[in-house]
Structure formats: structure tokens, C-alpha cells
């Protein structure tokens, strides 16, 4: 599914055109970005948890030539899945 046929998914279900389907979107999106900017986890009842974890560095190896890096430290955000949406899907 592309963001246009969710858009139209989500306008449908909610008897909204797509223009304000959009916009609730990008501000979802926007809301979501500065609790994780903040290092907060989200927790949508139903859905599961995004949270923002840190990867430590590392060393890591080029299987080729061989040659060893130094792999920096990085942010990642994670999702894990409720147990409700686990049994949904299988």
C-alpha cells in the first residue's frame, strides 16, 4: 500500500476528504518525530511501542578485503508489537 491509496483508505473510514487525511497524517508524523526527538517512547494501545534505542559503536569487518572500521554510534528507532496485533496477524 502507497501513501496515496492509505490516504484514501483513511479518508474513507473517516468521512474526511484526502486533503484533511493528509494533514492529520503529517502532523501525526510531526508529533511522533519530536516525542522521539525528546528520546520518549510512544505506546499506541492495540498497536505496540516505537521507541528510540542506541546502537553503541562497533568494529566492524569487510568481508573482502578484510579492512576493520569503526562503526559510530547511532540512534534507531525500534517497534515493538502488541500481543494483540501478534494474534491479528497470524
Known sequence: ???????????????????QASEHVQTLVEVLQQVWHEGDAVSLSGFGVFEVKKKNERISV????????????KLALSFKPSSVLKEKLR
Open 1 to 19: 500500500m502507497n501513501n496515496r491509496q492509505f490516504l484514501t483508505q483513511l479518508s474513507g473510514k473517516c468521512s474526511i476528504d484526502e486533503k
Open 62 to 73: 569487510n568481508p573482502t578485503t578484510g579492512v576493520r572500521m569503526l562503526v559510530p554510534p
